[in-house]
Protein backbone atom coordinates (compact mmCIF):
# COMPACT_ATOMS: atom_id res chain seq x y z
CA UNK A 1 0.00 0.00 0.00
CA UNK A 2 1.38 3.43 -0.83
CA UNK A 3 1.52 6.28 1.70
CA UNK A 4 2.95 9.73 1.90
CA UNK A 5 4.29 11.12 4.43
CA UNK A 6 4.91 15.02 4.96
CA UNK A 7 7.17 16.83 7.28
CA UNK A 8 9.15 20.26 7.80
CA UNK A 9 6.35 22.22 8.24
CA UNK A 10 6.70 24.87 11.06
CA UNK A 11 6.54 28.92 12.31
CA UNK A 12 8.90 30.78 10.16
CA UNK A 13 9.59 34.47 9.60
CA UNK A 14 8.38 36.75 6.91
CA UNK A 15 11.97 36.21 4.54
CA UNK A 16 12.59 33.21 6.18
CA UNK A 17 13.11 29.36 4.38
CA UNK A 18 11.62 26.23 5.05
CA UNK A 19 11.92 22.68 3.27
CA UNK A 20 9.14 20.84 2.87
CA UNK A 21 9.66 16.76 2.69
CA UNK A 22 7.27 14.22 1.54
CA UNK A 23 8.75 10.45 1.21
CA UNK A 24 6.59 7.69 -0.81
CA UNK A 25 6.80 4.20 0.51
CA UNK A 26 4.98 1.11 -0.69
CA UNK A 27 6.09 -0.44 -3.79
CA UNK A 28 5.50 1.55 -6.85
CA UNK A 29 5.99 1.14 -10.70
CA UNK A 30 5.55 4.32 -12.01
CA UNK A 31 5.39 8.39 -11.00
CA UNK A 32 3.57 10.13 -13.61
CA UNK A 33 3.55 13.50 -11.69
CA UNK A 34 4.01 15.20 -8.39
CA UNK A 35 2.58 18.15 -6.87
CA UNK A 36 2.23 20.10 -3.76
CA UNK A 37 -1.26 21.76 -2.75
CA UNK A 38 -1.94 24.09 -0.25
CA UNK A 39 -4.91 25.15 1.34
CA UNK A 40 -5.20 28.41 3.33
CA UNK A 41 -8.29 29.01 6.34
CA UNK A 42 -11.81 29.49 4.07
CA UNK A 43 -10.13 29.13 0.75
CA UNK A 44 -10.06 25.98 -1.71
CA UNK A 45 -7.12 23.91 -2.02
CA UNK A 46 -4.46 25.31 -4.94
CA UNK A 47 -1.78 23.95 -6.75
CA UNK A 48 1.50 25.49 -6.23
CA UNK A 49 4.01 23.12 -7.60
CA UNK A 50 3.99 20.72 -10.06
CA UNK A 51 7.19 18.51 -11.46
CA UNK A 52 6.47 15.65 -14.26
CA UNK A 53 7.87 12.61 -14.64
CA UNK A 54 9.84 14.37 -17.81
CA UNK A 55 10.99 16.56 -15.34
CA UNK A 56 8.84 19.73 -16.73
CA UNK A 57 7.99 22.02 -13.64
CA UNK A 58 5.36 24.98 -12.98
CA UNK A 59 4.45 27.01 -10.53
CA UNK A 60 1.55 29.30 -9.04
CA UNK A 61 2.68 32.63 -10.11
CA UNK A 62 2.68 34.33 -6.71
CA UNK A 63 5.52 31.32 -5.74
CA UNK A 64 7.24 31.47 -8.99
CA UNK A 65 10.87 32.52 -8.05
CA UNK A 66 10.76 31.69 -4.94
CA UNK A 67 9.75 27.86 -4.70
CA UNK A 68 11.45 24.63 -6.17
CA UNK A 69 10.13 21.40 -6.33
CA UNK A 70 12.48 18.55 -6.40
CA UNK A 71 12.59 15.00 -6.00
CA UNK A 72 15.31 12.76 -5.12
CA UNK A 73 14.38 9.14 -6.61
CA UNK A 74 17.26 7.29 -4.64
CA UNK A 75 15.24 8.53 -1.67
CA UNK A 76 11.70 8.29 -2.92
CA UNK A 77 11.24 12.16 -1.84
CA UNK A 78 9.89 14.95 -3.25
CA UNK A 79 10.78 18.67 -1.58
CA UNK A 80 9.33 21.58 -1.53
CA UNK A 81 11.96 24.47 -1.21
CA UNK A 82 10.24 27.85 -0.03
CA UNK A 83 12.35 30.72 -0.11
CA UNK A 84 11.64 34.55 0.87
CA UNK A 85 8.36 33.76 2.21
CA UNK A 86 5.52 35.64 3.41
CA UNK A 87 2.44 35.84 5.59
CA UNK A 88 0.25 35.14 2.65
CA UNK A 89 2.44 31.75 1.97
CA UNK A 90 0.44 30.65 5.29
CA UNK A 91 -1.68 27.62 4.99
CA UNK A 92 -1.26 23.86 5.16
CA UNK A 93 0.37 22.27 2.35
CA UNK A 94 -0.04 18.90 0.52
CA UNK A 95 1.38 16.60 -1.64
CA UNK A 96 -0.08 14.78 -4.40
CA UNK A 97 1.79 11.84 -6.77
CA UNK A 98 -0.61 10.41 -9.74
CA UNK A 99 1.46 7.18 -9.53
CA UNK A 100 0.60 3.54 -10.41
CA UNK A 101 1.25 1.24 -7.72
CA UNK A 102 2.55 -2.48 -8.23
CA UNK A 103 -0.69 -4.73 -8.97
CA UNK A 104 -2.23 -1.94 -10.69
CA UNK A 105 -2.54 -0.65 -14.51
CA UNK A 106 -3.75 2.89 -14.06
CA UNK A 107 -2.58 5.83 -12.10
CA UNK A 108 -4.06 7.04 -9.09
CA UNK A 109 -3.82 9.87 -6.80
CA UNK A 110 -1.91 9.75 -3.68
CA UNK A 111 -2.23 12.79 -0.48
CA UNK A 112 0.15 13.33 2.03
CA UNK A 113 -1.78 13.98 5.15
CA UNK A 114 -0.92 17.65 4.84
CA UNK A 115 1.70 19.64 7.24
CA UNK A 116 1.30 23.85 8.51
CA UNK A 117 2.77 26.59 6.91
CA UNK A 118 3.15 29.36 9.28
CA UNK A 119 4.86 33.06 8.15
CA UNK A 120 4.15 35.28 11.16
CA UNK A 121 6.60 37.75 12.83
Known amino acids: QVQLLESGGGLVQPGGSLRLSCEAS????????MNWYRQAPGNERVLVAS???????TYLASVKGRFTISRDNAKNTMYLHMNNLRPEDTAVYYC???????????????WGQGTQVTVSS
Open 96 to 110: NERLVASGNYFPQPY
Open 26 to 33: GSIESINV
Open 51 to 57: LTSGGRT
